[in-house]
């Protein structure tokens, strides 16, 4: 009889626990997971921003809207991330070829305090020509960013310096504005220009 | 993989060749092979360096820190990047390297960031970096500074 007790308490505890890790995975990883903090980007024909390129000439949505765009966040004083994800970005482009010349490609930046204009100019020229270097106001980029569900936080570093920290991932729209996929900084880099191709035949679809 | 053992000769060839950077100037058994850094725009923005660092001894090594004419503050730092897609730096701390393994250096991950150049980093020259380690033991090499938009030592 005592034994059947303690078996009983046994699977009952079993039971509890079977039903709390039921419950946690239905929170964290099941149906009732909270939606991802990193929401789907808007359509650019959703978004309002006006920024500069670095060419000095005034950019907003509209610049991006009728041809595909691969777009990215960054700053100019980032030593590792961003010159990595740039030299990939010329790549994939220069394995497209001709293909490259239908995509608006640009890089945004999170820090526009020390990336003015010249700073961007200067940077985006060490890599593919296709590449636009786009800043503005502290406010704007807030607003692009938004838009593109992309985060960035200004770090302190030692000496009074500081860094940014900000979505690394690679954004790919089609050529009527909608949000295709994006690229994960992590993702084996052969899948990107297949990725690439599918933002282009997004305009093809579109203009059928 | 290419066997380790090599003398001063040896190691001077296979730099002038350019296959790989060994180091053999501590008494660490550690070898570092294909460095390579990027070239600066200027001296503000921080620098970083990338390479593999292979212990060759039969003890545990630990790296404590860097040394380098070229940046007053040359540290190692990791980029992690979260399930958000957002990625950050921070300092990597000690880096132990069992006997017989190495610790690859390379974008996205671990790299010796180098802050408050000295001087701006000119491709195609190079740099002495030492790595500290924590016995004593220090360990140079001569890292070739590549192209702004370099993306491996090959390049």
Not at chain 1, 96 to 124: C, S
Not at chain 1, 155 to 178: C, I, K, Q, W
Not at chain 2, 60 to 68: M, N, Q
Not at chain 2, 136 to 148: A, F, N, R, S, Y
Request: hydrophobic fraction near 40%.
């Amino acid at each position: 009889m005592r034994r059947r007790t303690i078996a009983g308490y046994g699977a009952a505890g079993a039971g509890a626990i079977a039903l709390t890790l039921f419950v946690g995975w239905w929170r964290v990883d099941g149906p009732g997971a909270p939606e991802p903090i990193g929401q789907r980007p808007m359509a650019l024909t959703e978004m309002d921003f006006r920024l500069t390129d670095h060419e000095g000439n005034e950019v907003g949505p509209e610049t991006l809207i009728g041809r595909p765009t691969m777009a990215f966040f960054g700053f100019t004083y980032c030593p590792d991330v961003c010159p990595t994800t740039l030299s990939d970005i010329s790549g994939w482009l220069d394995d497209l070829g001709d293909e490259a010349k239908q995509l608006n490609v640009v890089f945004i930046t999170v820090d526009p305090e020390r990336d003015t204009v010249e700073a961007m100019a200067e940077y985006v020229s060490y890599f593919h020509p296709a590449i636009r270097g786009w800043t503005g106001p502290e406010g704007q980029i807030a607003r692009i960013a938004d838009g593109f569900r992309a985060a960035y936080e200004r770090v302190p570093t030692e000496g009074g310096d500081y860094t940014m920290n900000h979505t690394a991932s690679v954004f790919l729209f089609g050529a009527a504005g909608r949000f295709v996929t994006m690229i994960d900084y992590h993702e084996p880099r052969e899948f990107a220009v297949p990725k690439i191709r599918r933002a282009l035949e997004e305009e093809t679809e579109g203009a059928t | 993989m290419k066997k380790i053992i090599m003398t001063g000769t040896l190691a001077a060839l296979l730099t002038f060749g350019g296959l790989s950077v060994p180091a053999l100037a501590g008494p660490v058994d550690v070898v570092v092979e294909s460095a390579w850094s990027r070239a600066s725009i200027g001296m503000n923005r921080p620098g970083a360096a990338y390479m593999t660092i292979r212990n060759t001894g039969d003890e545990p090594v630990t790296l404590i820190g860097l040394s380098t004419p070229l940046a007053m503050m040359p540290e190692i730092h990791e980029t992690k990047t979260n399930a958000e897609g957002v990625s950050s730096m921070s300092a990597a701390g000690e880096i132990a390297i069992a006997p017989g393994e190495s610790v690859a250096l390379e974008p996205g991950g671990l790299h010796a960031m180098l802050m408050r150049l000295q001087q701006p980093m000119t491709e195609g020259e190079t740099f002495p970096l030492t790595l500290l380690f924590v016995d004593g033991g220090e360990v140079t090499v001569e890292v070739p500074i590549l192209g702004i938009a370099a993306r491996g030592p090959e390049d």
